[in-house]
């Protein structure tokens, strides 16, 4: 199996992060090439991959495979005995649905709060479509803890694949300071402890001083 990432910048790429941790939850060994973001050359240097204009990409022998979500399934149906989704079929579809309405919605929170690993600082004035964009997703996070049927300190218990899609709203929350109820700030703590997001923080950090 070979497989080869196209990604953003580390720091400002969320979906490129959300790529990166589905491959470590798959196990998965993959080489990696980074495009700088928002420079003269950055559309012309990923259509030569594809033609969404858009990263991540994963480059496999089954094609190259666009968009996040998709990447994730496509690594699910490589890598069953991984457990990228939780066990039980009621969690498993809570899981789904929950990473399919942050991946289709709350526009608000992702326009306003730009993905950032540097930033620290809120955001003031807080515009009422974004105050209303975090109270749904912490509502959305405490729907998902409510259906979970393993121990452990994530979404869903165990770490999977809803984590990989949640830990850039988690950065937002940390980076633009907003003040949390108990159960999500240990949440947002949960994923910066998470080694394979701390790689990617530290790798993200390090773009800073280049």
């Known amino acids: ?9 580390k720091l400002y790429s969320s979906w490129s992060l959300r790529g990166a ?8 060994s993959y080489t990696e090439e980074l495009i700088k973001l928002n420079q003269p050359d950055t559309l012309q240097l990923i259509l030569k991959h594809s033609a969404t204009g858009k990263v991540p990409l994963l480059k496999t022998e089954h094609g190259t495979i666009a968009d996040s979500l998709a ?3 496509y690594l699910v149906e490589r890598f069953p005995e991984a457990d990228m989704w939780p066990r039980d079929i009621a969690a498993r579809a809570q899981a789904r649905s929950a990473c399919a309405q942050m991946h289709s919605g709350f526009f608000a929170m992702r326009g ?7 930033h620290d600082a809120p ?18 996070w405490a729907e998902c ?11 869903f218990g165990r770490v999977s694949l809803a984590d990989a899609f949640f830990a850039p709203i988690a950065v937002r929350l940390r980076t633009y300071q907003v003040a949390l109820p108990e159960a999500d700030a240990a949440y947002v703590e949960t994923i910066y402890q998470w080694p394979a997001f701390k790689a990617w923080q530290k790798a993200g950090l390090e773009e800073v001083v280049r």
């Open 1 to 9: 199996m070979s497989f080869h990432l196209i990604i953003g910048d």
């Open 21 to 28: 941790l589905a491959l470590e939850l798959a196990g998965a």
């Open 71 to 73: 990447i994730a399934e």
């Open 112 to 118: 306003n709060m730009p993905f950032d690993l540097s």
């Open 123 to 140: 955001l003031s004035p807080m515009p009422p479509a974004v105050q209303a964009d975090i109270e749904r997703m912490l509502a959305l």
């Open 145 to 155: 803890r409510a259906a979970a049927t393993e121990q452990g300190p994530f979404l």
